[in-house]
């Protein structure tokens, strides 16, 4: 079994969360502030990766994947994103999908870390 925290299209009433298929949620969670948060490709998915300061922590989920929920999942994700360790809020780790920092910095995508997360971030676009 692995471990994945989710923090975006893939969440609960998110468009992807069906490519979790029957995966078990565990609960709700958050990384610890380490993180930062773009939109990718215009909003069409989040792009993750770690730094050293000014971090936020990002909210999500977590799910327990068998190996096949989990192959079927990183098939799915967009070009790019690949699967790291996350350090979530109470210490564990789980995998989650990053995105590589020079590709956000190449592309100048928005910093939505203010949001709060991804669902907030698409429900306040969605308002404007």
């Known amino acids: 079994m692995t471990y994945v925290f989710i923090c ?36 069409w998915h ?23 929920q989990y192959d079927y999942l990183v098939s799915t994700e967009p070009p790019n994103m690949y699967p790291a360790e996350v350090l979530l809020e109470n210490g564990e780790t789980a995998t989650a999908m990053l995105y590589p920092y020079e590709l956000v910095k190449q592309h100048n995508w928005e910093d939505i870390s203010h949001y709060g997360g991804w669902v907030a971030y698409k429900q306040a676009v969605a308002t404007k």
């Open 46 to 68: 989040p792009a993750i990766y770690q730094v050293e300061t000014n971090g936020i922590s990002i909210p999500g989920e977590l799910y327990e994947l068998t190996p096949e």
């Open 8 to 43: 975006g299209s893939a969440l609960q009433g998110q468009p992807d969360h069906q490519n979790l298929q029957s995966a078990t949620f565990i609960r709700q969670t958050k990384t610890q502030p380490l993180y930062r948060l773009h939109a990718a490709q215009d909003g």
